[in-house]
């Protein structure tokens, strides 16, 4: 999978989570589980579409996000991984209610 950062930003924000290369493999593979999931359920209007199409135009924010929720839980903060990952949630409801 394509990450969209370098290996320097990996490191980077391994590093401000305290991860070992271990952790960080993990935590990438479970990031790329994630998405493969989502891929396996894509609407009928994406059949077409190869998984590198559809991750490619994900941006540094959404890495970023994606890292920390699952790089917290390898650290072992899951309850800190949850709190993010539902405030990120309500986040997107507001920003869709703004558009709408």
Known sequence: MNFPVDDT????????LGLTEKQTAAT??????TLRQGYEIRPD????ATFDQLI??????EAALM?????????GYPKAAY??????????????QHIG
Do not use: K, P
């Open 67 to 75: 890292f920390l929720i699952s790089g917290l839980r390898q650290a």
């Open 45 to 48: 209007e994406l059949r077409d």
């Open 9 to 16: 930003t990996l490191a980077a924000w391994s590093t401000l």
């Open 83 to 96: 709190d993010i990952e539902v405030a990120g949630i309500f986040a997107t409801l507001q920003s869709l």
């Open 56 to 61: 490619s135009d994900m941006d540094r924010e």
């Open 28 to 33: 990438l593979e479970e990031i790329e589980n």
